[in-house]
């Protein structure tokens, strides 16, 4: 009976303000937002797609994250808006799930992908001869794939987590979106073997990607040192700007959310730390990329100039 209960059951998602007045502003704001995201990282994999100049790893690569950037925000921000506008709060339990289950998807995947970005750098900088040969085609079509299926077993995992929830009065979640922690709360059922299983899984997601990435550095550093000319320095750091900036910024404000979960318990503080990381990252990306990168202004100049 409880489990029908909780399939049949719709969820109120409180959003960001009950402020009648903010309401038109904050529906301008994230339509904008998202708009920017949509376009921005579309005309990254327009540009990477009708350049043969940009057929390298890297920009495959890149290609891949802005794909997975539009997902992350499409995952959350239309059901938003679409909120802000019906002037609904609703979700269904099977929409939930949806948004818990892409949401980890998208996450995870970009997660993973800056990983395997940060493994092309040290490639491409430790190793410049055999660039083209240890990442061959079929290499890079295998990482994005196991990212890809890691991402998808990391989102069922939570999927099923939440799944085995049950909810009973309580629907009201203080989020703009289906956030797992704050569903672990209004559970009416234990939640101590979500917690951990969870907790495990952040854990490995995290810390196994992170150190590949400082491993990936702590030898691009070395390498960089190494380099007996000031300009050769800085010609080889360059190459790896644009993804140390998204990399700083993905786990800055990943950190944010997660730090303010665990320390605060203000809903206002984790929302707005949520909006960075779901929102604002995805949309800052490909201007990163595109404006530190010369190969990726020309193909977009040329793309300009075509339509």
Known sequence: VELQYSRALEFLLLGLSDDPELQPILFVLFLLIYLLTVLGNMFIILAISSDSHLHSPMYFFLYNLSLSDMGFSSTTVPKM???????????????????????????????????????????????????????????????????????????????????????????????????????????????????????????????????????????????????????????????????????????????????SSSVSSSSRECMVASIMYTVLVPMINPFIYSLRNRDIKKALQKIVKIT
């Open 81 to 259: 808006l679409i909120n802000m506008q019906t002037h609904s709060k609703t979700i269904t339990y099977a929409a939930c799930l949806s948004q818990v289950s892409f949401f980890f998807l998208f996450g995870c995947m970009d997660n993973l992908l800056l990983t395997v970005m940060a493994y092309d750098r040290w490639v491409a900088i430790c190793h410049p001869l055999h660039y083209q040969v240890i990442l061959n085609p079929g290499l890079c079509r295998r990482l994005v794939l196991v990212s890809f299926f890691f991402s998808l077993m990391d989102s069922q995992v939570h999927w099923l987590m939440v799944s085995q929830l049950t909810f009973c009065t309580n629907k009201e979640i203080p989020h703009f979106f289906c956030d797992v922690p704050a569903l672990l709360k209004l559970a009416c059922s234990d939640t101590s073997t979500n917690n951990i299983v969870i907790f495990i899984i952040g854990i490995i997601g995290g810390f196994l990607p992170v150190s590949g990435i400082f491993y990936s550095y702590y030898k691009i550093i070395s390498s960089i040192f190494r380099v007996p000319s000031l300009h050769g320095k800085y010609k080889a750091f360059s190459t790896c700007g644009s993804h140390l900036s998204v990399v700083c910024l993905f786990y800055g404000t990943g950190l944010g959310v997660y730090l």
